[in-house]
């Protein structure tokens, strides 16, 4: 991953983690990794774990940043959220997975779109 890419990925979570907090959130952990899968933010919203999969772009060129969660990452994301699960021995908890799509377009006012219940 270019250095580019990777700080416009860590400017969105960034962005994502303060748009969370003002709703409430309360952020558990961040960038939690299994094998080879990543989530990006692990947080509670009220009594429910959210996964979040954060995606940036400062562009449209390539769609909209929630277009780029595909099946295969979706199948990952799931796969990841099972092991915080396993590794945790959380059970009987309410669980839900969020994209958080951010674009960042002409250097004004990032747009956050929260898509909750994402798949």
Known sequence: MSKDKKQLGNLGEELAVKYLTKKGYEILERNYRYERGEIDIIAKDKDILVFIEVKTRENLEYGYPEES??????KQIRKVAEAYLWEKDIKGQECRIDVIAILLQDQGKPVIKHIENAF
């Open 69 to 74: 969660v595909t099946k295969g990452k979706q």
